[in-house]
């Protein structure tokens, strides 16, 4: 009967080893093709494909949807593989807006100490319950706000200006904190919004303001670091969890790999960055008095704690971090 060989078929599909069937996977990634993220993914699938039987076909400059979109998809294993950015993962999985807390970690070494030990573990279990595996964490310096009416030294500054933000509420928060005007968007529309000023600014590191061209139609850079943003190599928990022991290690050691690779291109791409913008002109300011920044943030964490009582001690661990 029919019924009875599809069901004896898919009896032995579960009952072979997984590392013994080649498996196609997708991956997504919003960065162009020479982006330190690029590379180290293509590097990612590539060692994957020699060590596994898994296939990794990676789509890089976010051919395959917005970053809200492609969460979504990598938690229902439409797609198995993402590299994302955590500010956009808050409003699916709410512990980890715990780092998309404006000024929450010192420095990018505090980052990378807080992530590499205990807290980044709470991290990993929410999203892994929440169908993403992060395994390995990428360089995504700080952001910085820029726009294309004058430079922000102070949150007197920012008033009144309308600041693209990555989809998330809390961003929202923080802009309004300073008397800006938040507009949150997709990562691709931003280029359009400032040239025709449906935008006047917008916030990141300096290679994706770089390389998205943002500094063509939005001149002022002006060093805030208000945000620390880890970045995560992630795979579908059900993809993940139909692996074998042998082929997770494999799969890991790639991302760790991969991870390496990341942060080193990282460094060297922070200064080209900044050189090319400069040289083409973009007004760098540093922000003198941060501080002027962060005691607005007050409300910001009130509100967060108010909603999310069960996260203040995340806060505090990483605050405890040395
Ligand atoms: C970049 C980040 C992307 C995306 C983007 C944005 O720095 O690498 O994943 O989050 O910022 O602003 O949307």
Redesign the pocket.
């Known amino acids: 009967m029919k019924f009875t060989s599809l069901m004896s078929a898919a009896a032995l599909a579960v009952s072979l080893p997984v590392s013994l069937q080649a498996q196609d996977w997708r991956g997504w990634n919003?960065?162009p093709e020479g982006y330190p993220?690029t590379v180290a993914l293509d590097q990612f699938a590539k060692e994957v494909g020699e060590t596994t039987d898994i296939d990794i076909q990676m789509f890089h400059g976010g051919v395959l949807g917005s970053?809200p979109d492609a969460i979504e998809q990598v938690r229902n294993a439409a797609l198995q593989v993402g590299?994302?950015?955590l500010?956009?993962m808050g409003p699916i999985i709410p512990t980890t807006n715990v780092v998309s807390l404006p000024f929450i970690f010192n420095d990018v070494p505090h980052m990378y100490r807080a992530m590499d030990g205990d807290v980044g573990k709470v991290f990993e279990a929410a999203m892994a319950a929440e169908g993403i595996v992060p395994l390995a964490w990428y360089d995504?310096g700080s952001?910085s706000f820029y726009n294309s009416e004058r430079p922000i030294k102070t949150p007197a500054d920012v008033q009144g200006l309308k600041v693209r933000v990555?989809n998330n509420d809390l961003f929202v928060n923080m802009i309004a904190q300073l008397g800006g005007n938040a507009t949150p968007m997709?990562?691709g529309e931003?280029y359009q919004s400032l040239k025709t000023g449906v935008i006047d600014g917008?916030e990141?590191?300096y290679?994706?303001y770089e390389s998205t061209g943002h500094f063509e139609v939005a001149g002022f850079y002006s060093i805030s670091e208000h945000l620390i943003i880890p970045?995560c190599l992630c795979v579908a928990t059900a993809a993940w969890e139909a692996l074998d022991a042998d082929t997770q290690a494999a799969v890991r050691t790639a991302a760790r790999n991969s991870a390496e690779t990341q942060r080193e291109l990282w460094a060297a791409r922070e200064a080209e960055s900044r050189a090319k913008v400069e040289a083409a002109g973009v007004k760098v300011n540093s922000v003198e008095d941060k501080a002027a920044f962060q005691d607005l943030m007050g409300p910001v964490y009130d509100d967060f704690i108010a909603a999310n009582p069960d996260l203040a001690p995340v806060i505090e661990a990483i605050r405890s971090t040395n």
Request: aromatic share 10%; hydrophobic share 35%; net charge neutral.
């Open positions: 919003i960065h993220n970053q590299q994302f950015n500010g956009p995504s952001r990555m997709a990562f931003v917008a990141n590191n290679p994706s970045e």
